[in-house]
């Protein structure tokens, strides 16, 4: 078992640098994010667009990306203490199934 999650590990990993790599040697190619590209798409097919709304208040990139990093680090946490809450009940029900033999 240890063997194929190792092999699923590299592959992974593969992957992501391949992704990467691959993405890295187009000419021009910067990593953007998708709102900037919409909002040129959008202004090319129609130039007089205009927004309905407006931000309220708009962070500095150094708050946002904080803040963007606090909502990733808070949902893996989330994420693990589901997983790890399943993994303990299973390991439970296993372990009352083997003391009932």
Do not use: C, H
């Not at 992704?19 to 000419?27: A, F, I, K, N």
Request: hydrophobic share 45%.
């Amino acid at each position: 078992m240890k063997a194929r999650n190792g092999g699923l590990l590299i592959l992974a990993a593969a992957l992501v640098v391949g992704s990467v790599w691959l993405g890295s040697r187009r000419e021009g190619a910067e990593f953007a994010g998708s709102d900037g590209q919409a909002m040129q798409t959008v202004a090319a097919i129609q130039p007089d667009y205009q927004p309905w709304f407006g931000w309220v208040w708009e962070p500095p990139p150094e708050i946002a990306s904080g803040l963007f990093a606090l909502q990733a680090a808070l949902g893996a946490g989330i994420l693990g203490y589901y997983l790890g809450f399943k993994r303990g009940q299973a390991q439970g029900r296993r372990k009352r199934s083997d003391a009932g033999d």
